[in-house]
């Protein structure tokens, strides 16, 4: 078994008016296997939780430790983040032209595993993975996201995340600007990989209609920079019913930063 422990994280950003702290003491512990769903407004620092876990420069850490089976995860770059077992489905992904989806995940399994797969084994594997995400086979010689739409995109982080086998998986809004069917076959993506290899997950989601299909174990509410509210599975219908106006620090609705 795996532990993700993060430890009193404080964290800021430089904005155009200045140094903003936007995590506030943030306390988790995620064990393999286990499914976190956080929810909270916008601008409750969500998004800032999961690309400061993932090393991202542009947000600052002041205090606080992050510790992956007991490595101080700080400490690392974001590639040895990648290999001590951290993955990071981004809310939007970029493109990277030039580089074809087969090419960038060959090599990212390479360096995560010390070694190239063998290229048999490796090409059913890409081949089962892309048909189970309904993914045209051409995908796999394009550039990475490269003329993807928002669910193709989303599909392509999924493929990651099979292919990769993390100990843990930040999934950052990979509901959002998908439809009803390209939902289904993401979210499919995630319970088979995680089926897989038992990871842990952080999902960060608005919205409960992907509980419905990736069933959390435990929920938490996010304002304000940390958690302020933990439950089972039926604390996100209470949120459906109720909103996060409970939970904002001032009853006002949310600011600019994700």
Partial sequence: MSTLEIKDLYAAVETKEGRKQIL????????????????GPNGSGKSTLAYTLAGH?????????????????????????AKAGLFLAMQYPVEVPGVSMTNFLRTAKTEIDGKAPAIRT?????TDAMKQLKMDPKFATRSVNEGFSGGEKKR??????????????ILDETDSGLDVD?????????????????????MVTHYTRILKYIKPDIVHVFADGHFVK?????????????????FMPDGSSESALA
């Fill in 57 to 81: 420069p542009k947000y600052e850490v002041e205090s606080g430790e992050v510790l992956l089976d007991g490595q101080d995860l700080l400490k690392m770059t974001p590639d040895e983040r």
């Fill in 182 to 202: 390209a939902l289904r076959i993401v979210s499919e993506g995630v319970n088979r990989a995680k089926a897989a290899s038992d990871f842990g997950i952080l």
């Fill in 122 to 126: 490796w090409t059913k594997e890409l």
């Fill in 24 to 39: 506030k003491g943030v306390n988790l512990v995620v064990n393999s296997g286990e499914t976190h769903a956080i929810m």
């Fill in 230 to 246: 933990t439950g089972g599975p039926e604390l996100a219908d209470e949120l459906e019913e109720t909103g996060y106006d409970a």
């Fill in 156 to 169: 392509a982080e999924v493929l990651q995340l099979e292919l990769l086998k993390p100990k843990f998986a």
